[in-house]
């Protein structure tokens, strides 16, 4: 096992204009073995990007608990663990692809990617950029982009750097957020192509994803969210 949500819920508290809970996810459990792809599957505002936000700490759980067995730390409670540790985590262990792009102004394409590998792993500059090369190119990123800033970039192009940043570093548990909701087919296929290479040399991982058939590409496993209440696994 390595990585056990147990009874997970998060419940947003609004003040203004008037007082309101507003349920994130409720009582989420699943199980992911190490080396598992386990898709989460259900209506838009059921609380998917929630779960995977709760996972990473972008979030803090309101209760239940999220059991990772890292190799850092051992089993690490990500529910109640300290700032410190979940920073250690997210710099060597666990990565995540948000839906939308949320990076430095001023930084090119490449540097973002290699920068994304060069503050994790020690490896020398010359092979951070061209393994960010190598990646940009298998996800399709033109070339002639590499020196531009992804800010001014297409929904799909910012995805692709999104993914490039995620995966440069090989992380041990990759989370997945719509990662082909922005992209068109072929693109989206580069994508699960990249992502199931990572996940042969044993990258264990989460996806939301968009498309149900291009999930099923690459999933084990399927878990249902349905607004929280009947929640269950499907296989
Ligand atoms: P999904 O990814 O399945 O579409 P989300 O996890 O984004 O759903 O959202 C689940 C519910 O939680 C929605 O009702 C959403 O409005 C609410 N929610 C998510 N994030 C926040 C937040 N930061 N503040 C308040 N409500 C939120
Ligand atoms: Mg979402």
């Known amino acids: 096992m ?12 609004r003040y203004i204009p008037s007082s309101v ?23 838009s505002g059921s609380g998917k990007s929630t779960i995977l936000k709760c996972i990473y700490r972008t979030y803090l759980p309101t209760s239940g608990n999220i059991l990772y067995n890292s190799k850092l730390y051992g089993i690490v409670n ?9 920073l250690r985590l997210r710099l060597s262990e666990i990565s995540y692809v948000s ?3 949320k990076v430095i102004p001023r930084v090119s394409t490449l540097n973002l990617v290699a920068n994304a590998l060069l ?13 960010a090369k190598d990646i940009l190119e298998r996800l399709g990123v033109p070339s002639k982009l590499f020196d ?7 929904g799909g192009e910012q995805q692709k750097v999104n993914i490039a940043m995620a995966v440069v570093w090989k992380p041990r548990l990759l989370l997945l957020d719509e990662p082909t909701a922005s992209l068109d087919m072929h693109s989206a296929n580069q994508v699960l192509d990249l992502l199931k290479e990572l996940k042969q ?16 590409l690459i999933a084990d496993r399927t878990y249902k969210v349905n607004g929280g209440y009947r929640d269950g696994f499907h296989n």
């Open 21 to 43: 809970e507003i349920s994130g996810c409720i009582d989420v459990s699943f199980d992911v073995e190490e080396g598992e792809f386990l898709g989460i599957l259900g209506p």
């Open 78 to 86: 990500i529910a109640k663990a300290p700032e410190q540790v979940i």
């Open 201 to 216: 040399q044993g990258t264990t991982m989460i996806g939301v994803f968009h498309d149900i058939e291009l999930m099923k």
């Open 2 to 13: 390595l990585l056990r949500v147990e009874a997970l819920s998060k419940v947003f508290k």
């Open 99 to 101: 839906q939308f792009l």
């Open 119 to 131: 503050s994790r792993r020690k490896v020398p500059e010359v092979e951070a950029i061209k393994k």
């Open 148 to 154: 531009a800033f992804p800010s001014t970039f297409s």
